[in-house]
């Protein structure tokens, strides 16, 4: 159920120790950053450049050397892994963006998410032509008793093409059935889309054998 979810930061977990337990779906793009500098340098702090990095990254400004070299404490090894790490990514990205035409299609992008011991909500961003931009881990499970909060959704909006999302989670429990507080939590992260002008197509739960959707189940406004 939500009201499980924490913000990613309040989990103690170094970046490479959420990856082992938890699987690299887990991590945001600073702790990506943060699990391939490894440390920081003199004077600067590996969370710092990280955070720096990100921003430039969402910027959607091309990545230069020279960019990286600006960054206080950023060396030209540092630099230099950071242009390896997404070039390869460039290199290995399948041709095109795939296009969420289906509740299959949508199906596909959250297989990991079935057979998590923890709850996790992921969101799904699309551009207008409903080609998925990018997918962002939001939150994992705890015993804490926070939800997660729109602004913590929406706040990429800024930097990347974002017309419609899909959200998701899973029950561990294996019933894909909506809890009150998830059906509350859908409507206030719909509510928010209409006013920033984003459209939350579905929400989705997941469990190892079935799933759950707002849309195909009627439930959206």
Do not use: W
């Amino acid at each position: 159920m939500l009201q499980h979810f924490v913000f990613r930061d309040k989990i103690e977990l170094l970046p490479r120790e959420k990856i082992t337990q938890l699987g690299i779906q887990a991590l945001n793009t600073e702790e990506l950053l943060r699990a391939i500098l490894g440390s920081g340098s003199k004077g600067t702090t590996v969370h710092g450049l990280a955070k720096t990095i990100t921003s430039k990254i969402q910027s959607n400004k091309k990545l230069e050397l020279r960019d990286l070299l600006a960054v206080k404490g950023m060396g030209t090894a540092k630099a230099c892994q950071i242009l390896a790490a997404v070039e390869l990514v460039e290199r290995i990205r399948p041709m095109g963006f795939p296009v969420m035409s289906s509740l299959a299609k949508v199906l596909e992008q959250l297989g990991e998410l079935r057979n998590l011991p923890r709850e996790q909500i992921v969101c799904l961003y699309l551009n207008t032509r409903m080609q998925l931009l990018f997918k962002e881990t939001l939150a994992i499970g705890s015993v804490n008793q926070s939800i997660i909060a729109p602004r913590d959704i929406f706040s990429v909006i800024k930097y990347h093409p974002v017309s419609y999302l899909i959200l998701a989670h899973n029950h561990p429990s294996g019933v894909a059935l909506p809890s009150a507080e998830d059906i509350v939590f859908t409507d206030s992260i719909q509510t928010a889309g209409h006013l920033l002008g984003v459209e939350l197509l579905d929400h989705i739960i997941v469990a190892k054998e079935e799933h759950y959707s707002f849309k195909e189940q009627k439930k959206l406004a």
